[in-house]
């Protein structure tokens, strides 16, 4: 995928689920841009909506309303045929367990081989991707061993193999270091930013500040909508289409009534308290 062109893109994403105990607002118009060939993580506490983000990009599930696209197809409006044929084409999954990613009693080469057949990989070529992506993650000696044989971060990084064979525009993954020490997570995450700089973009939803400080860029999810971005160091507010800004926590706390004073400059917006 070219890296001008962002692998994923949602605009005004909304998604409610009904419960007999009434609704729930997961998402409330969020507007977010994955850009192609970077890592990306999505933060945020529990239940501000990142699981349910995490499945939209995933094309495991529909937004109520507002856009998404991955690798410029429209989420919205496919049958379900074309979903499932969009996920086995052009997106890869990690689960959180390493368990969860991997069958007993399947070698790391494969796995790696059945995610290639699953992908419509030519045979000649799955061989000499398996290879490459063994050795760029670290696991070439572990190539013909099971899963039960191999550490907690080898299994990750073949999962994180066997999800980008055959050259998905987006790998997802859902906490991929929760069960990982601080050692093995730093190898992991080094492991998946050489990933990204073959082409792979990733994103990851996480509540590991390791893994956040590893990302090229971090949305950063409250209450179903984007806080902020932070990218290169900085940290972003973000404006969507209708012009609505989220501000940081700390500069919330100052506008107790919900209403500012805007002074437009020619170099700056400025948000002061009414007095």
């Known amino acids: 995928m070219r ?7 949602c605009e005004g994403l909304v998604r409610i689920y009904w419960s007999p105990s009434g609704e729930a607002h997961a998402l409330k118009g969020v507007d977010a841009v994955i850009p192609a060939g970077r890592l990306t993580a999505i933060t945020g506490p529990s239940g501000s909506g990142k699981s349910s983000l995490l499945r ?5 599930d529909r937004p109520t309303a507002g856009r998404a696209e991955v690798a410029g197809q429209p989420l919205t409006g496919l049958s379900a045929h074309r979903l499932r044929a969009l996920r086995r084409r052009s ?12 069958l007993a009693h399947l070698t790391g080469r494969e796995h790696l081989a059945l995610a290639a057949r699953f992908r419509g990989v030519p045979r000649a070529e799955a061989a000499s991707q398996a290879d490459r992506l063994m050795e760029l993650l670290g696991i070439a000696e572990r190539a013909d061993h099971l899963p039960g044989q191999l550490s907690g971060g080898e299994q990750q990084r073949l999962a994180f193999a066997q999800a980008v064979i055959g050259r998905p525009a987006l790998v997802v993954a859902d906490e991929p270091t929760s069960e990982l020490d601080s050692r093995t997570a730093a190898d992991l995450l080094a492991a998946v930013r050489e990933l990204t700089r073959t082409g792979t973009t990733v994103v990851m939803a996480t509540h590991d500040a390791q893994a956040a400080a590893a990302a090229d860029q971090v949305i950063h999810l409250r209450s179903g909508a984007v806080a902020h971005e932070e990218v290169g160091g900085r940290r972003l507010a973000v404006i969507d289409g209708d012009g609505r800004i989220q501000l940081p926590e700390e500069a919330l706390a100052r506008f107790t009534a919900r209403r500012v004073l805007v002074d437009v400059t020619d170099d700056a917006v400025v948000l002061r308290e009414p007095t």
């Open 91 to 102: 997106i890869g999954y990690v689960f959180p367990r390493p368990p969860q990613n991997l």
């Open 56 to 60: 939209i990009l995933a094309a495991q």
């Open 3 to 9: 890296h001008d062109v962002p692998a994923a893109v």
